[in-house]
């Protein structure tokens, strides 16, 4: 099965500084990946989704960027971290018919 | 505009009860459905899934019936245990080629002892 790597698990920035998360994925190719944020007291909003190197589709209008470099990396990005940005980030890989397979999250606070 | 909800932020249930988890979606495109159960700072795990051409499917303690007509799936989980307590989020697919998962909002289960 595939394993889901994320990093790192928490990380606490101040407002108006960069922000980079990295994902990448083992024991598969060529899988569809994701980012979602859990906002405080709120469900999983998928924000962005990748079916293939450099193929980045944006769910929300929002402060954030993805990359997808190689195949089984996904990286989730900002120039400038707002207050709002804070939440969990998960990161998740599926294939066609399969469900998603998801990484351990990465708890962001902008403060 | 959400696509999949789960009207019920939480539920209540005792041990060895029956609990019921419902969702509801708008997308008549969506033909696959799938719940995740989520600890606190965990990722969701997969429980089980459902393809449109069934209206159930059952594994273990887990049921999951779907009704297209109404656009409604629920979960049972029966009996119920205390490992049991954590968020449950439903989620719906076009499937093919892209596999955009949304998710509902989750509920909270909380199984008493």
């Known amino acids: 099965s595939q394993t889901i790597h994320q990093w790192p698990a928490t990380l606490v920035q101040p407002v108006g500084s960069p922000l980079s998360l990295e994902c990448t994925v083992e024991?598969?190719?060529?899988?569809?990946l994701y980012w979602y944020r859990q906002a405080a007291g709120r469900g999983l909003q998928l924000l962005f989704y990748?079916?293939?190197?450099?193929?980045i589709s944006s769910e929300v209008p929002q402060n954030l960027s993805a990359s997808r470099p190689q195949d089984r990396q996904f990286i989730l990005s900002s120039k400038k971290l707002l207050l709002s940005d804070s939440g969990f980030y998960l990161c998740a890989s599926a294939g066609g018919w399969t469900e998603a397979f998801f990484g351990q999250g990465t708890r962001l606070t902008v403060v | 505009d959400q696509q999949v909800k789960q009207n019920s932020p939480s539920l209540s249930v005792q041990e060895g009860r029956i609990s019921i988890l419902n969702c509801d979606y708008t997308?008549?495109?969506?033909?696959?459905f799938l719940w995740y159960k989520k600890y606190p700072a965990e990722g969701p795990t997969f429980l089980i899934s459902?393809?449109?051409?069934?209206d159930k499917n059952e594994d273990g303690r887990f049921t999951v019936f779907l009704n297209k007509s109404a656009k409604h799936l629920s979960l049972h989980i029966v009996p119920s245990q205390p490992g049991d307590s954590a968020v449950y989020f439903c989620a719906a697919s076009g499937g093919g080629a892209t596999n955009k998962l949304i998710f509902g909002t989750g509920t909270l289960l909380a199984v008493q002892p």
């Open positions: 997308n008549s495109m969506f033909d696959y």
């Open positions: 459902i393809s449109s051409i069934k």
């Open positions: 024991g598969t190719s060529n899988p569809n």
């Open positions: 990748s079916v293939g190197i450099g193929q």
